[in-house]
Nanobody, 126 residues
């Protein structure tokens, strides 16, 4: 059974940085793509960033490009999200996810991903 465990969330002041990690275990074949999504109460889960298996291809929500960086270390089975210049509107629960198909056309779609972590809370104060 595939398991994803996020860590690294917390509280930070505006302008600060956080690095989220997601440890992946229990799979028989490596995910073809992995993603970070976020959600606030009452809103739909939205894409933050996604990355292909090799790590060379990445996708970002246009509004976050330049502040957030996704990466993965396949040797450690870990996905990362470096978040810089954080803003209060970045406050959300952040989820990591994994997919084994559909990545080419749907890397930033929640429906593409079949495995999800429990989430880690990020709170940015002004």
């Amino acid at each position: 059974q595939v398991q994803l465990q996020e860590s690294g969330g917390g509280s930070v002041q505006a302008g600060g940085s956080l690095r989220l990690s997601c440890a992946v275990s229990g799979y028989t074949s490596a995910p073809y793509c992995m993603g970070w999504f976020r959600q606030t109460p009452g809103k739909e889960r939205e894409a933050v960033a996604a990355i292909y298996a090799g790590g060379a291809t990445t996708y970002y929500d246009d509004s976050l490009k330049g502040r957030f960086t996704i990466s993965r270390d396949n040797a450690k089975n870990t996905l990362y999200l470096q978040m810089n210049s954080l803003k209060p509107e970045d406050t959300a629960m952040y989820y990591c996810s994994a997919a084994w198909s559909g990545c080419y056309s749907g890397a930033l779609l929640t429906s593409t991903y079949t495995a999800w972590g429990q989430g880690t809370q990020v709170t940015v104060s002004s």
